[in-house]
């Protein structure tokens, strides 16, 4: 079993940022894909960003491109979210969430469905 564990989230301006950050624990000797994925209330958990095991390949949802980045953390199986030019649509729950995957495969994982390990959640809340 692997467990995950997000923190960094808040309360911040539109226009501020904010950095996520995921860690794993517990059968961590495999390489992980991880994702960022959100969820309003009465809306379906979306994937913002994803990067690969590699770490050589990352991809975001339209929404978030050029103003969120992922990236891996030296630790092996930590993953960031670094989050610029906040939007109120931004508000949400964001969500950490790994694969299985191999040092390295390049491949990223984008639906909600490839996932089967997530973090408990961190509110992120972007007041106008």
């Known amino acids: 079993q692997v467990q995950l564990v997000e923190s960094g989230g808040g309360l911040v301006q539109a226009g501020g940022s904010l950095r996520l950050s995921c860690a794993a624990s517990?059968?961590?000797?495999?390489?992980?894909?991880m994702g960022w994925l959100r969820q309003v209330p009465g809306k379906e958990r979306e994937c913002v960003a994803a990067i690969s095991g590699s770490g050589r390949n990352s991809g975001y949802t339209d929404s978030v491109k050029g103003r969120f980045t992922v990236s891996r953390g030296n630790a092996k199986n930590t993953v960031y979210l670094k989050m610029n030019r906040l939007k109120p649509e931004d508000t949400a729950i964001y969500y950490c969430?790994?694969?299985?995957?191999?040092?390295?495969?390049?491949?990223?994982?984008?639906?909600?469905?490839?996932?089967?390990?997530w973090g408990q959640g961190t509110q992120v809340t972007v007041a106008s």
């Open positions: 517990g059968r961590t000797r495999n390489m992980y894909s």
């Open positions: 969430a790994a694969v299985e995957s191999d040092i390295s495969s390049d491949f990223i994982y984008m639906r909600k469905g490839d996932y089967n390990y």
